[in-house]
Protein backbone atom coordinates (compact mmCIF):
# COMPACT_ATOMS: atom_id res chain seq x y z
CA UNK A 1 0.00 0.00 0.00
CA UNK A 2 2.92 2.14 0.01
CA UNK A 3 2.41 3.49 3.42
CA UNK A 4 5.57 4.85 4.92
CA UNK A 5 5.58 3.50 8.69
CA UNK A 6 8.83 4.75 9.64
CA UNK A 7 11.47 7.16 8.63
CA UNK A 8 14.46 7.55 11.25
CA UNK A 9 13.10 8.68 14.27
CA UNK A 10 9.63 9.65 13.28
CA UNK A 11 7.08 6.53 12.99
CA UNK A 12 3.26 6.97 11.02
CA UNK A 13 -0.21 5.74 11.39
CA UNK A 14 -2.81 6.00 9.05
CA UNK A 15 -6.56 5.65 8.90
CA UNK A 16 -8.54 3.16 6.61
CA UNK A 17 -8.58 6.00 3.59
CA UNK A 18 -4.75 6.19 3.62
CA UNK A 19 -4.40 9.14 5.31
CA UNK A 20 -1.49 9.90 7.75
CA UNK A 21 -2.95 10.60 10.84
CA UNK A 22 -0.27 10.45 13.23
CA UNK A 23 3.34 11.80 13.65
CA UNK A 24 5.27 10.05 16.53
CA UNK A 25 8.18 12.11 17.50
CA UNK A 26 10.01 12.92 20.43
CA UNK A 27 9.76 16.78 19.97
CA UNK A 28 7.21 17.42 16.98
CA UNK A 29 4.56 14.96 17.08
CA UNK A 30 1.17 15.63 15.56
CA UNK A 31 -2.42 14.13 14.85
CA UNK A 32 -4.22 14.94 12.11
CA UNK A 33 -8.27 14.74 11.51
CA UNK A 34 -9.47 14.16 7.86
CA UNK A 35 -12.66 14.61 5.80
CA UNK A 36 -14.48 12.49 3.99
CA UNK A 37 -12.32 14.41 0.86
CA UNK A 38 -9.68 13.64 2.43
CA UNK A 39 -8.66 16.94 2.98
CA UNK A 40 -7.03 18.08 5.95
CA UNK A 41 -9.33 19.36 8.53
CA UNK A 42 -7.25 19.80 11.85
CA UNK A 43 -3.94 19.15 13.29
CA UNK A 44 -2.96 18.83 16.45
CA UNK A 45 1.01 19.57 17.88
CA UNK A 46 2.44 20.71 20.26
CA UNK A 47 1.66 24.71 20.35
CA UNK A 48 -1.92 23.84 20.13
CA UNK A 49 -4.89 23.30 17.30
CA UNK A 50 -4.61 24.34 13.66
CA UNK A 51 -7.94 23.57 11.88
CA UNK A 52 -8.13 24.47 8.07
CA UNK A 53 -11.26 25.72 5.49
CA UNK A 54 -11.70 24.85 1.69
CA UNK A 55 -14.26 25.81 -1.21
CA UNK A 56 -16.43 24.09 -2.77
CA UNK A 57 -13.51 23.56 -5.78
CA UNK A 58 -11.45 21.84 -3.22
CA UNK A 59 -9.03 25.11 -2.58
CA UNK A 60 -8.18 26.04 0.75
CA UNK A 61 -9.95 29.18 1.78
CA UNK A 62 -8.58 29.51 5.02
CA UNK A 63 -6.49 28.52 8.18
CA UNK A 64 -6.94 28.91 11.75
CA UNK A 65 -3.41 28.63 13.90
CA UNK A 66 -1.86 29.81 17.47
CA UNK A 67 -0.94 32.70 15.03
CA UNK A 68 -4.34 34.07 14.28
CA UNK A 69 -6.46 33.80 10.56
CA UNK A 70 -4.95 33.65 7.10
CA UNK A 71 -7.59 33.77 4.35
CA UNK A 72 -6.45 33.19 0.76
CA UNK A 73 -7.92 34.44 -2.84
CA UNK A 74 -7.51 32.76 -5.63
CA UNK A 75 -7.24 32.66 -9.23
CA UNK A 76 -8.07 29.49 -10.43
CA UNK A 77 -5.64 27.01 -9.11
CA UNK A 78 -3.16 29.73 -8.34
CA UNK A 79 -2.75 31.88 -5.00
CA UNK A 80 -3.78 35.74 -5.72
CA UNK A 81 -3.04 37.07 -2.54
CA UNK A 82 -4.00 36.14 1.35
CA UNK A 83 -5.54 38.32 3.94
CA UNK A 84 -4.13 38.66 7.63
CA UNK A 85 -4.91 40.98 10.41
CA UNK A 86 -6.33 43.34 8.44
CA UNK A 87 -3.10 42.95 5.41
CA UNK A 88 -3.16 41.79 2.20
CA UNK A 89 -0.01 39.81 0.49
CA UNK A 90 -0.18 39.52 -3.18
CA UNK A 91 1.35 37.05 -6.10
CA UNK A 92 2.18 37.30 -9.07
CA UNK A 93 3.19 34.15 -10.70
CA UNK A 94 4.38 33.59 -14.50
CA UNK A 95 1.30 32.74 -16.70
CA UNK A 96 1.03 29.38 -17.44
CA UNK A 97 3.11 27.84 -14.45
CA UNK A 98 3.10 28.25 -10.96
CA UNK A 99 6.58 30.00 -10.55
CA UNK A 100 6.35 32.83 -8.80
CA UNK A 101 7.76 36.47 -10.08
CA UNK A 102 6.47 39.31 -7.51
CA UNK A 103 5.43 39.20 -3.88
CA UNK A 104 3.06 42.66 -2.86
CA UNK A 105 3.25 43.35 0.93
CA UNK A 106 3.04 46.24 2.79
CA UNK A 107 2.42 48.28 -0.23
CA UNK A 108 6.61 47.00 -1.25
CA UNK A 109 7.44 45.10 -4.56
CA UNK A 110 9.63 42.26 -3.85
CA UNK A 111 11.23 40.02 -6.66
CA UNK A 112 11.76 36.20 -6.68
CA UNK A 113 14.72 34.52 -7.67
CA UNK A 114 14.06 30.63 -8.53
CA UNK A 115 15.80 27.77 -9.93
CA UNK A 116 15.50 25.50 -12.55
CA UNK A 117 12.33 23.98 -10.90
CA UNK A 118 10.50 27.76 -10.10
CA UNK A 119 11.88 27.42 -6.49
CA UNK A 120 12.33 30.19 -4.59
CA UNK A 121 16.33 30.80 -3.89
CA UNK A 122 15.67 33.94 -2.25
CA UNK A 123 13.15 37.49 -2.12
CA UNK A 124 14.91 41.47 -3.38
CA UNK A 125 13.43 44.43 -2.65
CA UNK A 126 13.04 47.04 -5.13
CA UNK A 127 16.74 48.35 -3.91
CA UNK A 128 18.11 44.51 -4.78
CA UNK A 129 18.85 43.71 -1.26
CA UNK A 130 18.15 40.11 -0.18
CA UNK A 131 15.39 40.13 2.26
CA UNK A 132 14.20 36.37 2.51
CA UNK A 133 16.86 33.55 1.25
CA UNK A 134 16.77 29.83 1.84
CA UNK A 135 18.87 26.75 0.41
CA UNK A 136 17.06 23.40 0.41
CA UNK A 137 17.18 19.67 0.47
CA UNK A 138 16.55 17.36 -2.31
CA UNK A 139 13.09 16.98 -0.95
CA UNK A 140 12.13 20.85 -1.17
CA UNK A 141 13.05 21.51 2.64
CA UNK A 142 14.31 24.78 3.13
CA UNK A 143 17.04 26.09 5.51
CA UNK A 144 15.87 29.63 5.97
CA UNK A 145 19.34 31.98 5.93
CA UNK A 146 18.07 35.44 5.84
CA UNK A 147 14.23 35.97 6.60
CA UNK A 148 13.15 39.85 7.27
CA UNK A 149 10.30 39.29 5.30
CA UNK A 150 8.06 35.89 5.38
CA UNK A 151 7.81 33.79 2.27
CA UNK A 152 5.73 30.48 1.98
CA UNK A 153 5.95 29.90 -1.48
CA UNK A 154 8.30 26.89 -2.06
CA UNK A 155 7.88 23.83 -4.79
CA UNK A 156 5.54 25.22 -8.09
CA UNK A 157 2.59 25.58 -6.47
CA UNK A 158 3.11 24.47 -2.92
CA UNK A 159 2.78 26.96 0.34
CA UNK A 160 5.18 26.18 3.57
CA UNK A 161 2.76 25.71 6.54
CA UNK A 162 4.87 26.47 9.84
CA UNK A 163 2.58 25.46 12.36
CA UNK A 164 2.73 21.85 10.62
CA UNK A 165 6.11 21.75 8.48
CA UNK A 166 4.19 20.48 5.49
CA UNK A 167 3.55 22.32 2.32
CA UNK A 168 0.07 22.88 0.99
CA UNK A 169 -0.14 21.88 -2.58
CA UNK A 170 -3.56 21.89 -3.61
CA UNK A 171 -5.47 18.46 -3.42
CA UNK A 172 -2.76 17.00 -1.04
CA UNK A 173 -0.44 18.05 1.36
CA UNK A 174 3.92 17.40 1.01
CA UNK A 175 6.34 16.61 3.42
CA UNK A 176 9.42 17.54 2.57
CA UNK A 177 11.35 15.38 5.20
CA UNK A 178 10.21 12.47 2.94
CA UNK A 179 9.22 13.91 0.01
CA UNK A 180 6.19 12.26 0.02
CA UNK A 181 2.53 13.68 0.47
CA UNK A 182 0.72 12.24 3.44
CA UNK A 183 -2.37 11.13 1.35
CA UNK A 184 -2.90 9.26 -1.50
CA UNK A 185 -3.39 10.53 -4.67
CA UNK A 186 -7.12 11.33 -5.49
CA UNK A 187 -6.30 10.18 -9.39
CA UNK A 188 -5.54 6.50 -8.43
CA UNK A 189 -3.40 4.42 -10.42
CA UNK A 190 -3.69 7.17 -13.07
CA UNK A 191 -0.88 9.55 -10.92
CA UNK A 192 1.35 6.44 -10.46
CA UNK A 193 2.14 3.06 -8.87
CA UNK A 194 2.99 4.73 -5.85
CA UNK A 195 -0.03 6.44 -4.56
CA UNK A 196 2.29 8.95 -2.17
CA UNK A 197 4.91 9.73 -4.90
CA UNK A 198 5.33 13.86 -5.57
CA UNK A 199 7.50 12.75 -8.47
CA UNK A 200 9.73 10.51 -9.80
CA UNK A 201 12.43 12.90 -9.83
CA UNK A 202 12.72 15.86 -7.60
CA UNK A 203 14.97 17.71 -9.11
CA UNK A 204 13.64 17.67 -12.52
CA UNK A 205 10.30 17.04 -11.97
CA UNK A 206 7.29 19.43 -10.71
CA UNK A 207 3.57 18.51 -9.43
CA UNK A 208 1.96 21.83 -8.73
CA UNK A 209 -1.22 20.60 -8.36
CA UNK A 210 -0.57 17.41 -6.34
CA UNK A 211 -2.29 15.31 -8.65
CA UNK A 212 0.40 14.32 -11.49
CA UNK A 213 3.82 15.85 -12.00
CA UNK A 214 4.48 17.92 -15.04
CA UNK A 215 6.03 15.57 -17.65
CA UNK A 216 3.12 13.02 -16.65
CA UNK A 217 0.69 15.44 -17.69
CA UNK A 218 2.63 16.67 -21.22
CA UNK A 219 2.64 12.72 -21.77
CA UNK A 220 -1.10 12.34 -22.06
CA UNK A 221 -1.51 15.46 -23.64
CA UNK A 222 0.66 13.82 -26.18
CA UNK A 223 -0.96 10.86 -26.33
CA UNK A 224 -4.52 12.47 -26.69
CA UNK A 225 -3.09 14.40 -30.09
CA UNK A 226 -1.76 11.22 -30.99
CA UNK A 227 -4.98 9.13 -30.67
CA UNK A 228 -6.61 12.28 -32.46
CA UNK A 229 -4.53 12.05 -35.39
CA UNK A 230 -4.64 8.07 -35.48
CA UNK A 231 -7.95 8.62 -36.66
CA UNK A 232 -6.59 9.57 -40.08
CA UNK A 233 -5.37 5.92 -40.03
CA UNK A 234 -8.83 4.41 -39.59
CA UNK A 235 -10.69 6.64 -42.34
CA UNK A 236 -7.89 5.38 -44.64
CA UNK A 237 -8.90 1.52 -43.58
CA UNK A 238 -12.66 2.15 -43.31
CA UNK A 239 -11.93 3.66 -47.30
CA UNK A 240 -10.34 0.80 -48.60
CA UNK A 241 -13.44 -1.77 -47.07
CA UNK A 242 -15.89 0.56 -49.20
CA UNK A 243 -17.61 2.01 -46.30
CA UNK A 244 -19.28 5.32 -47.56
CA UNK A 245 -18.76 8.85 -46.26
CA UNK A 246 -22.08 9.33 -44.18
CA UNK A 247 -21.20 5.95 -41.78
CA UNK A 248 -17.50 7.08 -41.50
CA UNK A 249 -18.61 10.39 -40.43
CA UNK A 250 -20.96 8.74 -37.53
CA UNK A 251 -18.08 6.71 -36.38
CA UNK A 252 -15.13 9.33 -36.31
CA UNK A 253 -17.49 11.55 -34.73
CA UNK A 254 -18.23 8.92 -31.86
CA UNK A 255 -14.67 8.28 -31.42
CA UNK A 256 -13.52 12.09 -31.40
CA UNK A 257 -15.96 11.64 -28.25
CA UNK A 258 -14.92 8.77 -26.96
CA UNK A 259 -11.59 10.36 -26.99
CA UNK A 260 -11.92 13.52 -25.11
CA UNK A 261 -14.34 11.54 -22.51
CA UNK A 262 -10.96 9.16 -21.95
CA UNK A 263 -8.78 12.19 -21.19
CA UNK A 264 -10.93 14.33 -19.44
CA UNK A 265 -10.83 11.46 -16.57
CA UNK A 266 -7.03 11.45 -16.71
CA UNK A 267 -7.07 15.09 -16.69
CA UNK A 268 -6.77 16.87 -13.42
CA UNK A 269 -9.84 18.40 -11.76
CA UNK A 270 -8.62 22.37 -12.11
CA UNK A 271 -7.69 21.70 -15.75
CA UNK A 272 -10.95 20.40 -16.53
CA UNK A 273 -12.78 23.33 -15.26
CA UNK A 274 -10.43 25.53 -17.41
CA UNK A 275 -10.69 23.30 -20.53
CA UNK A 276 -14.60 23.54 -19.71
CA UNK A 277 -14.76 27.40 -19.50
CA UNK A 278 -12.92 27.67 -22.68
CA UNK A 279 -14.39 25.00 -24.56
CA UNK A 280 -17.44 23.86 -23.75
CA UNK A 281 -19.32 27.16 -22.27
CA UNK A 282 -18.02 29.44 -25.24
CA UNK A 283 -19.62 26.64 -27.53
CA UNK A 284 -23.03 26.37 -25.88
CA UNK A 285 -23.68 29.82 -24.81
CA UNK A 286 -22.66 33.89 -26.05
CA UNK A 287 -21.42 36.01 -23.01
CA UNK A 288 -22.78 39.19 -22.82
CA UNK A 289 -22.94 42.07 -20.09
CA UNK A 290 -24.33 40.71 -17.00
CA UNK A 291 -26.00 43.82 -16.52
CA UNK A 292 -28.46 43.00 -19.24
CA UNK A 293 -28.41 39.01 -18.74
CA UNK A 294 -25.42 37.10 -18.95
CA UNK A 295 -25.44 34.55 -21.02
CA UNK A 296 -27.73 33.60 -23.70
CA UNK A 297 -27.98 29.96 -25.72
CA UNK A 298 -25.96 29.79 -28.73
CA UNK A 299 -28.16 26.73 -30.27
CA UNK A 300 -25.81 23.51 -29.95
CA UNK A 301 -28.48 20.76 -29.55
CA UNK A 302 -25.65 19.10 -27.41
CA UNK A 303 -23.54 20.23 -24.59
CA UNK A 304 -20.84 18.55 -25.53
CA UNK A 305 -20.57 20.48 -28.62
CA UNK A 306 -22.62 19.80 -31.77
CA UNK A 307 -24.04 16.83 -33.45
CA UNK A 308 -23.70 15.78 -37.19
CA UNK A 309 -27.12 16.92 -38.17
CA UNK A 310 -26.19 20.80 -36.21
CA UNK A 311 -22.92 20.91 -37.97
CA UNK A 312 -24.90 19.92 -41.61
CA UNK A 313 -27.33 22.44 -40.99
CA UNK A 314 -25.91 25.31 -39.71
CA UNK A 315 -22.15 24.92 -40.99
CA UNK A 316 -22.58 22.90 -44.15
CA UNK A 317 -20.09 20.44 -43.75
CA UNK A 318 -20.18 17.38 -45.41
CA UNK A 319 -19.66 14.06 -44.03
CA UNK A 320 -16.33 13.85 -45.67
CA UNK A 321 -15.12 17.20 -43.27
CA UNK A 322 -16.82 16.03 -40.22
CA UNK A 323 -15.35 12.64 -40.70
CA UNK A 324 -11.48 14.79 -41.29
CA UNK A 325 -12.23 17.45 -38.84
CA UNK A 326 -12.60 14.88 -35.84
CA UNK A 327 -9.19 13.32 -37.08
CA UNK A 328 -7.58 16.97 -36.62
CA UNK A 329 -6.60 18.15 -32.94
CA UNK A 330 -5.54 21.71 -34.68
CA UNK A 331 -1.91 22.27 -34.41
CA UNK A 332 -1.93 25.94 -33.74
CA UNK A 333 -3.48 24.54 -30.27
CA UNK A 334 -1.49 21.54 -30.19
CA UNK A 335 1.78 23.86 -30.60
CA UNK A 336 0.06 25.84 -27.58
CA UNK A 337 0.53 22.62 -25.54
CA UNK A 338 3.88 22.22 -26.33
CA UNK A 339 3.52 19.62 -28.86
CA UNK A 340 4.92 19.62 -32.43
CA UNK A 341 2.02 18.04 -34.60
CA UNK A 342 4.30 16.77 -37.69
CA UNK A 343 6.60 14.92 -35.01
CA UNK A 344 3.84 13.18 -33.18
CA UNK A 345 2.25 12.14 -37.50
CA UNK A 346 6.22 11.06 -38.18
CA UNK A 347 5.41 8.43 -35.35
CA UNK A 348 2.16 6.98 -37.08
CA UNK A 349 3.73 7.33 -40.27
CA UNK A 350 1.36 9.82 -41.71
CA UNK A 351 2.35 13.00 -43.97
CA UNK A 352 3.71 16.42 -42.56
CA UNK A 353 1.17 18.98 -42.05
CA UNK A 354 0.94 21.70 -44.89
CA UNK A 355 2.15 25.34 -43.31
Known amino acids: QDRL ?25 QRREFNGFNQLLSL ?15 RRSAKITSQGRIDYLWDGDKLLGEYQNGDFSW ?3 EPGTHKPLFLIKNGELYSYQLDQLGTPLS ?21 VTVNQIDNPIRFQGQYYDEESG ?9 DPTTGRFISQDPIGLLGGINHYQYAPNHINWVDPLGLVCKEELQAIRRNY ?73 QGYDSIYGPSINWLKT ?14 DPNKVITR ?18 KE
Open 5 to 29: TRYHDHSYQYDASGNQTVVIHPQHS
Open 123 to 143: VTDSNNQIVWQAHYSSFGKAT
Open 336 to 353: KLGIEPNEVREELGLPPL
Open 225 to 297: VKDIYSLELEIDELRKFGEDWDSIAEIMHLKRREIGIKYKSLTPFTKRLAIYARNILPKSWTFVSPLIGGMEP
Open 44 to 58: SHKDGLSRYEYDALG
Open 314 to 327: NKGYSSEQIARKAA
Open 166 to 174: LHYNHFRYY
Open 91 to 93: YIF
